[in-house]
């Protein structure tokens, strides 16, 4: 028995079959993507792919430029990547490295020297541009992301439509330096009559995962098909598909390629096939989310990001309106303040998409924070969405109402953020100021001083549940605490 050999060698069969699949099943969904001049390599899934092919550009660069720090430029709130992983994988290579005279590493012989490569995040929110950052590359000459100059330090990564909100747009850096995320690449996530058009990227990225399930990891990168370019995917693919890092099994291909003939049993102008009925359902969770945000944006409670047109995206990303900027705390765990407190639904806020940039430049208003954004993912069942929408509509029309005893209502919400907001200036202390050093009980007291009408045991289970000393959760947010709702 062998073992599997599905890495960088394109003459394999098992490479066509996939990469046949693939296209197939990109023209099947009405995706208007020429790929005819790029390569194709297996992979477990968009995640991967994206590490992978940011180290191959980076790779691609330190082979044949002086460069050794690189930026990505992110517009922010956006998603990032394993950017250490992608550097691991160049600096296996340092061989590789280009070591020419006219560097300034030559001097020092440091030029195919571990631990030099870097990739650093420069995130930038819309509002900013056409105006883009500056960064010199290692002679000491100045580029923004949109250089066409080769000895450009930059790289953009892209996802689209985005994550978490729903962009539909080209990169601002050329398509040699621009890294295309595909993972929701499908119809159900965009609105109705979309067309998948044909963006130009280095890179393109797919997966299976978000039109079937998170557990089954497989999917597909494409790199540009240029020499510089096939060399430092090879180079790469070889190391993150070795046999120590796991080989891509037969049965992980073969298994994408299965599910995808599955899913193309049906036209997709059928109701009924996978993806047209998966659509549907999507539009559906968006109809329901859309119009609670309505009455809550109508209330001057919170709304949704004026850039995010609806059915775009597979979340939906909000902030708190203008009145109540500033509001919102650290109740730990990134879990949105405004709806675990008072909508019972836990949301990240996704505090960490900021990538560097302030959200103040996102230009809404010079009081607001990360904290007052919210990232509301739309994976579950109908179910979940339509009382995660009754309980919006019925906090944001009577600011008076509560959901459960244990929660809040936005007037009290309103008081118990106003208090902590004088305690924090008195004490002029971090966000985390003395929730991060008081018991539950000292702050229970708190909660019932802006409550009054709250018994002491239900303060205490709402002090628990928002102690801002309860690490990130790993795993994904976006249904309602089991204590408060049988709806996951």
């Given at each position: 028995?062998?073992?599997?050999?599905?890495?960088?060698?394109?003459?394999?069969?098992?490479?066509?079959?996939?990469?046949y699949?693939?296209l197939?099943?990109?023209?099947?969904?009405?995706?208007?993507?020429?790929?005819?001049?790029?390569v194709?390599?297996?992979?477990?899934?968009a995640?991967?792919?994206?590490?992978?092919?940011?180290?191959?550009?980076?790779?691609?660069?330190?082979?044949?430029?002086?460069?050794?720090?690189?930026?990505?430029?992110?517009?922010?709130?956006?998603?990032?990547?394993?950017?250490?992983?992608?550097?691991?994988?160049?600096?296996?290579?340092?061989?590789?490295?280009?070591?020419g005279?006219?560097?300034?590493?030559?001097?020092?012989s440091?030029?195919?020297?571990?631990?030099?490569?870097?990739?650093?995040?420069?995130?930038?929110?819309?509002?900013?541009?056409?105006?883009?950052?500056?960064?010199?590359?290692?002679?000491?000459?100045?580029?923004?992301?949109?250089?066409?100059?080769?000895?450009?330090p930059?790289?953009?990564?892209?996802?689209?439509?985005?994550?978490?909100?729903?962009?539909?747009?080209?990169?601002?850096?050329?398509?040699?330096?621009?890294?295309?995320?595909?993972?929701?690449?499908?119809?159900?996530?965009?609105?109705?009559?979309?067309?998948?058009?044909?963006?130009?990227?280095?890179?393109?990225?797919?997966?299976?995962?978000?039109?079937?399930?998170?557990?089954?990891?497989?999917?597909?990168?494409?790199?540009?098909?240029?020499?510089?370019?096939?060399?430092?995917?090879?180079?790469?693919?070889?190391?993150?598909?070795?046999?120590?890092?796991?080989?891509?099994?037969?049965?992980?291909?073969w298994?994408?390629?299965?599910?995808m003939?599955?899913?193309?049993?049906?036209?997709f102008s059928?109701?009924?096939s996978?993806?047209?009925a998966?659509?549907?359902?999507?539009?559906e969770?968006?109809?329901?989310?859309?119009?609670?945000?309505?009455v809550c944006?109508?209330?001057?409670?919170?709304?949704?990001t004026?850039?995010?047109?609806?059915?775009?995206?597979?979340?939906?990303?909000?902030?708190?309106?203008?009145?109540?900027?500033?509001?919102?705390?650290?109740?730990?765990?990134?879990?949105s303040?405004?709806?675990?407190?008072?909508?019972?639904?836990?949301?990240?806020?996704?505090?960490?998409?900021?990538?560097?940039e302030?959200?103040?430049?996102?230009?809404?208003?010079?009081?607001?924070?990360?904290?007052?954004f919210?990232?509301?993912?739309?994976?579950?069942?109908?179910?979940?969405y339509?009382?995660?929408?009754?309980?919006?509509?019925?906090?944001?029309?009577?600011?008076?109402?509560?959901?459960?005893?244990?929660?809040?209502?936005?007037?009290e919400?309103?008081?118990?953020?106003?208090?902590d907001?004088r305690?924090?200036?008195?004490?002029?202390?971090?966000?985390?100021?003395?929730?991060?050093?008081?018991?539950?009980?000292?702050?229970?007291?708190?909660?019932q001083?802006?409550?009054?009408?709250?018994?002491?045991?239900?303060?205490?289970?709402?002090?628990?549940?928002?102690?801002p000393?309860?690490?990130a959760?790993?795993s994904?947010?976006?249904?309602?605490?089991?204590?408060?709702?049988?709806?996951?």
């Amino acid at each position: 028995m062998t073992y599997p050999a599905v890495r960088t060698d394109q003459s394999l069969p098992e490479m066509g079959e996939l990469n046949y699949k693939w296209l197939q099943f990109l023209t099947y969904m009405g995706s208007q993507l020429d790929l005819t001049n790029y390569v194709s390599y297996a992979d477990y899934g968009a995640e991967q792919g994206m590490v992978m092919s940011i180290a191959t550009k980076v790779m691609e660069l330190v082979a044949t430029t002086c460069n050794r720090q690189f930026y990505a430029f992110l517009e922010a709130p956006a998603y990032g990547y394993d950017w250490s992983q992608a550097v691991s994988w160049v600096e296996m290579r340092t061989s590789n490295f280009y070591n020419g005279a006219e560097c300034p590493c030559y001097a020092t012989s440091t030029c195919q020297t571990r631990g030099t490569v870097s990739i650093s995040q420069r995130g930038w929110a819309p509002a900013r541009l056409p105006a883009l950052p500056w960064e010199a590359d290692a002679l000491g000459t100045y580029y923004q992301p949109n250089s066409t100059a080769a000895a450009s330090p930059w790289l953009q990564t892209n996802v689209i439509p985005g994550n978490p909100i729903g962009r539909f747009g080209a990169c601002q850096a050329p398509q040699a330096r621009c890294l295309c995320d595909g993972v929701y690449w499908y119809p159900g996530f965009v609105s109705p009559g979309t067309t998948l058009q044909n963006f130009q990227c280095y890179s393109w990225a797919f997966s299976i995962t978000k039109i079937y399930s998170a557990q089954m990891r497989a999917g597909i990168m494409y790199i540009m098909n240029y020499p510089d370019a096939v060399t430092a995917a090879g180079r790469v693919v070889g190391k993150a598909l070795s046999i120590a890092n796991g080989l891509m099994s037969y049965m992980q291909l073969w298994g994408q390629i299965s599910l995808m003939d599955q899913i193309m049993a049906k036209p997709f102008s059928d109701p009924t096939s996978w993806l047209h009925a998966m659509a549907l359902a999507q539009y559906e969770k968006w109809d329901v989310m859309h119009t609670a945000f309505g009455v809550c944006q109508t209330a001057g409670i919170m709304q949704i990001t004026h850039e995010q047109p609806k059915y775009f995206g597979a979340y939906i990303f909000s902030h708190m309106s203008t009145p109540l900027h500033g509001y919102s705390n650290n109740i730990g765990r990134a879990s949105s303040d405004f709806f675990l407190s008072v909508v019972g639904y836990d949301h990240f806020n996704y505090n960490w998409g900021w990538r560097g940039e302030t959200p103040t430049a996102y230009g809404i208003s010079t009081n607001i924070t990360a904290m007052d954004f919210h990232r509301t993912h739309t994976f579950r069942a109908y179910q979940v969405y339509a009382e995660e929408a009754r309980r919006m509509t019925l906090v944001c029309s009577n600011r008076d109402a509560k959901v459960t005893s244990s929660l809040l209502s936005v007037n009290e919400w309103v008081t118990l953020r106003a208090a902590d907001l004088r305690r924090r200036r008195a004490r002029k202390l971090s966000d985390a100021y003395d929730e991060q050093t008081s018991d539950l009980h000292e702050r229970a007291l708190q909660v019932q001083a802006a409550a009054p009408k709250m018994r002491l045991a239900d303060a205490i289970a709402y002090a628990e549940l928002t102690d801002p000393r309860q690490p990130a959760d790993p795993s994904e947010h976006g249904g309602p605490p089991e204590e408060y709702a049988p709806y996951f």
